[in-house]
T-cell receptor, first 115, second 113 residues
Framework: AQKVTQAQTEISVVEKEDVTLDCVYE???????LFWYKQPPSGELVFLIR??????QNEISGRYSWNFQKSTSSFNFTITASQVVDSAVYFC????????????FGSGTQLTVLP | DTGVSQDPRHKITKRGQNVTFRCDPI?????LYWYRQTLGQGPEFLTY????????KSRLLSDRFSAERPKGSFSTLEIQRTEQGDSAMYLC???????????FGPGTRLTVL
């Protein structure tokens, strides 16, 4: 079975600070996909980034960057120069390849960016 | 707006009543998913359709729950004889066949009194 753990339940930062959200996952599958979604107060889950298990290259996209390390089963997400509009709940999710189509989500991290 | 839409956005009902939610996926997406999200938790998978065929159901989907996608377009999720434990946000997502990303709708928040 798959499992995603987000140990940080709440994080508060002051605007313009960098913040890293942690995610640890468990799966026996060798091919899988990892995601980060954002859920603002309106409730809609917004897709942010995806990573494939066979590509550990870390990337930067605007103010977002991620650090994928298979050796520690971690997929951490960093927001640089945080803004008040970044305040939301952030979910890490896992999808294995093959017949299973569903996403397995962590319990989320509430990020509050203070002005 | 061409995203996933859900109706209603909020539903308050009394215990024992039946409720039905609707999801309209992104038009060209043939895969549709239902998830349930309780307060302080991440979404949990309920069921999945490819076109009109319901291919997977979670153990969370009790006999009181039924989902349909009759023409492979919109889907409905019905809960019969609602219980207070059914109070949650019900999220719908869609994707293209072969694609990995799922795109979510705004959800229907159900409150059972």
């Amino acid at each position: 079975a798959q499992k995603v753990t987000q140990a940080q339940t709440e994080i508060s930062v002051v605007e313009k600070e960098d913040v890293t959200l942690d995610c640890v996952y468990e799966t026996r599958d060798t091919t899988y996909y990892l995601f980060w979604y954002k859920q603002p107060p309106s409730g809609e889950l917004v897709f942010l980034i995806r990573r494939n298990s066979f590509d550990e290259q870390n990337e930067i996209s605007g103010r977002y960057s991620w650090n994928f390390q298979k050796s520690t089963s971690s997929f951490n997400f960093t927001i640089t120069a945080s803004q008040v509009v970044d305040s939301a709940v952030y979910f890490c999710a896992l999808k294995i390849s093959g017949s299973a189509r569903q996403l397995t989500f962590g319990s989320g991290t509430q990020l509050t960016v203070l002005p | 707006d061409t995203g996933v839409s859900q109706d209603p956005r909020h539903k308050i009902t009394k215990r024992g009543q039946n409720v039905t939610f609707r999801c309209d996926p992104i038009s060209e997406h043939n895969r549709l998913y239902w998830y349930r999200q309780t307060l302080g938790q991440g979404p949990e998978f309920l069921t999945y359709f490819q076109n009109e065929a319901q291919l997977e159901k979670s153990r969370l989907l009790s006999d009181r729950f039924s989902a349909e996608r009759p023409k492979g377009s919109f889907s409905t999720l019905e809960i019969q004889r609602t219980e207070q434990g059914d109070s949650a946000m019900y999220l719908c997502a869609s994707s293209l066949a072969g694609a990995v990303e799922q795109f979510f709708g705004p959800g229907t928040r159900l409150t059972v009194l």
